[in-house]
């Protein structure tokens, strides 16, 4: 990077070339001259001419009101580029730390829309788990509960822990659904190596082999791509 003396030098020396130009164009050039003198009339002999040299005499180049005024207008233009090139630098700076933060801020909270859906899920499930009554949450205690000796009751807070349960399901299927988490179940399906795992395979004469006929563990995909495979059943072939 050029500095600022050598750029003021630079313009100095333009404007000094300029006068120069201008004055050389205003002054009467300069000729050499001969001389013939004759001497000895009478021979008649003429002598050989004399050469008077010319000094040329270069003008020295002084810096007029004109000079001066462009001289200072460079002078005003290369501090407002200098100006405006540190400015410059100064945005860069402040654009790459404010993509920095907003990088570190994207990686810390990138799964907080995530953690908010499941929010609902986890107070469904808490609901779920309220609804048994406390002295039916542990063994010992459930043995001397007046419900435990009332079957109806029993199984009405079976009932609705079945629910809760379900309904905790059901609800953390659709948070995961949207954010492009999708369960599969294949079962009944032909077995596809690259989106079921095989964890035993038996003889069933009246399914198809490479049928999978139990499905343990529910496969899951993100936006198309296998997550987890499906741990499955298969049929084998019966020869």
């Not at 020396?13 to 001497?39: D, G, N, Q, Y």
């Not at 007046?146 to 029993?154: F, G, L, S, T, W």
């Not at 095989?198 to 399914?207: G, N, V």
Request: glycine share 4%; charged share 30%; aromatic share 4%.
């Amino acid at each position: 990077m050029l500095s600022i003396s050598s750029l003021r030098n630079a313009a100095a020396i333009s404007v000094r070339r300029t006068a120069v130009m201008r004055i050389a164009k205003s002054s009467t050039p300069f000729a050499l001259h001969r001389t013939f003198a004759t001497e000895n009339n009478d021979n008649g002999k003429e002598e050989s001419p004399k050469e008077d040299e010319a000094k040329e005499d270069v003008p020295k180049a002084e810096l007029t009101e004109e000079s001066k005024k462009l001289l200072a207008d460079k002078d005003k233009q290369i501090a407002e580029l200098k100006d405006a090139y540190l400015r410059c630098l100064a945005d860069q700076e402040n654009i790459r730390e404010r993509s920095r933060k907003e990088i570190e801020s994207t990686k810390e909270y990138a799964i907080q829309k995530f953690a908010k859906d499941l929010l609902d899920t986890v107070d469904i499930l808490n609901m779920a788990l309220t609804a048994v009554p406390v002295e039916l949450r542990e063994k010992s205690t459930s043995l001397q509960s007046e419900i435990a000796k009332d079957a109806e009751k029993v199984l009405d807070q079976l009932t609705n822990l079945y629910t809760g349960l379900t309904m905790t399901e059901s609800e953390l299927i659709k948070a995961l659904k949207r954010h492009g988490v999708e369960r599969e179940n294949p079962e009944g399906q032909a077995f596809d190596p690259n989106k079921h795992q095989a964890l035993f395979q038996a003889p069933m004469p009246e399914k198809e082999a490479g049928t999978i006929f139990v499905v343990q563990k529910m496969g899951y995909t993100l936006k198309g791509r296998v997550l987890r495979p499906a741990q499955v059943g298969v049929v084998a072939d019966s020869q």
